[in-house]
């Protein structure tokens, strides 16, 4: 009998939740249960996914960043259907493919003129493993330098650069030689630096976790100083880049060069997982600085042909339809519309980004009722508040976000790079309707944010 996947989808509809607690994450179906986020999703299209009911619902979370065109992008489908048509062959090992040698061509095109040598991987976690062994025996040294609050994968190596705590506990013990310092602040790398050789140090050009912005000179800054002490300076652009921010890589913003960048997510035009690192060829030539020594990093379906296609068809896409020019003008609309509100609501407090990596502040409101119901919230659990804006926003106007870090009143949106100026105007106004809920206490919001607290309280006892 011919497996029929549509068949074994149309048969087994609705028991996602039933499958996904019986065998997979038990705690992740009882979040999604809670706080109302228990859809079954049948079909998505660019920026909107769709229900069994057929209500539309606009993604600003992106896959964490991954569906930067859109879901099911027709572009990327063709391109993938071709490879399998082609009947070619993969993963060969004791070869080199066409696609992997194409793709790689097309990114050290538009990739910063030191960057001539591509390492393909999986994912950006695998980037991020890779980037710390080259540093390494690159420069000789084992030092690696991370920012506070950032993120830069869950494996291993990665999680030994991870700025949250959270993710780290119980894990341990991680990589010697990592050390953290603030971000955006150059005397404290300065510092670092001068302490100890390094190898490298590693920074996303805008952190992911609460969307935070370096100032004007610190990224070149930064590159500078890495030159002076003999370390690489490595951006990590695996959410940031590929016209997340409306150039194809955030540091174009400042003009850096880096010695290496790392990529994922968006490559994968939201289809096959891939990820890879473009470095100097000093970097390339020193690891692999032997013919013996051809092999001593790789991974077994890095390079596969249908994600190097995927790679292609996504480069593709975003300069035919001109992707960054959209990015960089929806996103001005989006901070425009969405700052107008900050004069009008107490709680919001800032937006900040660029291009369609936006962050969204809450604080402390001025007023006494709201500012005794803030501080009740902020008793049971730290950035609770957060979670009374996504939840309606879901719940009542259909947008998908999510919190920009633990413990921060930061709300954060990556739309697909496609949504246009209905999809501004949808979020501006939910916003509003929302913000103009969490002024009125008591009210229905409130009641919300009293049964989140209970859950927060009792979570922190039973641990």
């Known amino acids: 009998m011919t497996l029929s996947i549509a068949e074994l989808i149309k048969t087994h509809r609705g028991e996602n939740f039933a499958l996904h607690e019986r065998y997979l994450n038990t705690q992740m179906v009882r979040v999604l249960q809670t706080i109302g986020y228990d859809r079954t999703y049948t079909h998505a299209r660019g920026p909107y996914l769709y229900d069994q009911e057929d209500n539309e619902y606009l993604d600003l979370l992106s896959g964490f960043g991954v569906f930067a065109l859109g879901r099911n992008h027709p572009t990327i489908q063709s391109a993938l259907r071709e490879v399998l048509d082609l009947d070619l062959p993969d993963l060969v090992q004791m070869d080199v493919s066409i696609l992997s040698g194409l793709l790689a061509e097309k990114l050290v095109q538009v990739t910063p003129e030191p960057l001539t040598k591509l390492f393909f991987c999986n994912s950006g976690a695998e980037a991020v493993e890779a980037a710390i062994k080259f540093a390494r025996y690159t420069t000789g040294r084992s030092r690696i330098l991370y920012c506070e609050h950032a993120f830069h994968g869950l494996t291993l190596g990665a999680l030994s650069l991870n700025g949250e705590e959270v993710f780290r506990q119980g894990f341990g013990p991680l990589l010697p030689d990592c050390d953290a310092i603030p971000f955006n602040d150059l005397e404290a790398l300065e510092r670092a630096l001068k302490e100890q050789p390094t190898a490298a140090f590693i920074v996303e050009p805008i952190q992911g976790k609460g969307v935070n912005l370096p100032d004007d000179d610190y990224l070149t800054e930064a590159a500078r100083l890495c030159r002076k002490y003999g370390a690489l300076f490595i951006a990590d652009e695996i959410q940031a880049g590929l016209g997340r921010t409306g150039r194809l890589w955030a540091i174009e913003h400042w003009g850096v060069e880096p010695d290496m960048l790392l990529m994922a997510k968006a490559l994968s035009g939201g ?191 039973t641990a």
């Open 271 to 461: 289809f096959v997982p891939v990820g890879a690192v473009a470095m100097t060829a000093h970097v390339m030539d020193k690891v692999f600085n032997r013919m013996d020594r051809a092999v001593v990093h790789g991974s077994t379906f890095s390079k596969n042909n249908p994600a190097m296609a995927a790679g292609l068809a996504t480069l593709s896409v975003i300069e035919e339809e001109k992707l960054l020019a959209n990015a960089a003008r929806q996103g001005e609309a989006l901070i425009g519309g969405l700052n107008a509100l900050t004069d009008k609501y107490e709680f919001f407090q800032a937006v900040r980004g660029k291009g369609l990596m936006l962050a969204l502040e809450f604080g402390k409101p001025r007023s006494l009722k709201l500012k005794t119901a803030w501080s009740l919230l902020e008793t049971a659990n730290k950035g609770l508040f957060s979670q009374m804006v996504t939840i309606p926003l879901f719940k009542r106007h259909r947008i998908l976000s999510q919190v920009a870090g633990h413990g921060m009143n930061v709300v954060k949106f990556l739309p697909p790079l496609v949504i246009g100026a209905k999809d501004v105007e949808w979020i501006v106004s939910a916003m509003d309707d929302v913000l103009a809920d969490c002024h009125q206490v008591p009210g229905a919001i409130w009641d919300l944010g009293k049964t989140l607290a209970g859950h927060a309280m009792k979570a922190r006892k």
